[in-house]
């Protein structure tokens, strides 16, 4: 990645982020709400493992608390069932690729399970959603 997309990415998840284990100087699990998130900086904030949606957000006020709720996609005011907007996720792997802590980790993660299981005779394991899906 290019090193101003990059050092965007790093500077939001060192905001909002949480430290990797034994990775010194590194976060992941951050996130990016906009109405419309560039792709280039969307695909680096995959690649680093936080969780970039793009919803309207011009409901949403400096200060605002506000609850996202990605399996539901809507977001609420805190502590109400208000809905301020909703959204659909880009991809159907954003979740497990947050879990994963990027999008080529989830992608060797999910290759090296599948070998494993095939090694060991046990059946397709469904954890992870696929692109397709």
């Not at 990797?20 to 906009?34: D, E, L, M, Q, T």
């Amino acid at each position: 990645t290019g090193s101003s997309r990059k050092s965007a990415t790093n500077s939001v998840l060192w905001f909002f982020g949480d430290d990797v284990p034994y990775v010194p100087n590194k976060r992941a699990g951050g996130f990016c709400f906009g109405t419309k998130i560039a792709p280039i900086f969307y695909n680096t904030m995959e690649d680093a493992g936080a969780l970039p949606i793009e919803f309207d957000v011009s409901n949403i006020n400096m200060g605002d608390v506000i609850d996202v709720y990605p399996y539901e996609g809507k977001v609420c005011k805190h502590d109400s069932d208000e809905v301020i907007t909703t959204f659909e996720m880009k991809t159907p792997v954003l979740l497990d690729e947050v879990r994963a802590g990027g999008r080529i980790p989830l992608i060797i993660g999910r290759g090296l399970t599948s070998k494993a299981r095939a090694e060991l005779g046990l059946p397709a394991f469904d954890l992870f959603k696929t692109p397709d899906q």
